[in-house]
Each structure stands twice: as structure tokens, then as C-alpha cells.
């Protein structure tokens, strides 16, 4: 308990928190949960567990190829990170 208290008064990790934060609003990341799995699939909100093997599976896949770019996956309409039509919905 000291030890979480003095790193929340001392600002430690303040500069990751805030890298994260800016990351998430690059990413169009509005609200959580959200998850972004091999920076390029992100599932937000609550999801079924089939969703997320499925998606686990497909990055594992993909991961052999070295593809990058993030895909939003289980939404009904587009984000900001998906305007370029990249997304798969």
C-alpha cells in the first residue's frame, strides 16, 4: 500500500500514462474497455469471448506476414480510425 501511495504522489509512470493517452486518441479510442491486440485489431466495448479468439487467432496469423495497421473489429458504424474504410466491421 506505501509503495502505490508513494508512486501515485511522485508522479512515477506519469509520462507513460500520458504516452498511452495520447496513443488512444490517435487511435480515435473514445470510452473502455478497449482493446488493441498486435496494434492493429481493437475491440471496443463488451465482446463476446468468441470475438476475441477469433480476433487472437486472425492476429496470430497475420503476425507470420507482418502486416500492420489497425483493423476495429465488433462495431456497427465507423470511428475516426476508421474513415479510410480499412476497418473490418
Known sequence: KEETEAMLEQGDFTAEVRADEGEAQELG???????????????????????????????????????????RVGEKEQGPACTDGSCTL
Open 29 to 71: 479510442i473514445h470510452g473502455v474497455p478497449f482493446f488493441v491486440i498486435n496494434r492493429r485489431y481493437a475491440i471496443s466495448g463488451a465482446q463476446p469471448i468468441a470475438l476475441f479468439v477469433e480476433t487472437l487467432n486472425k492476429a496470430w496469423e497475420e503476425e507470420q506476414n507482418q502486416r500492420p495497421a489497425l483493423v
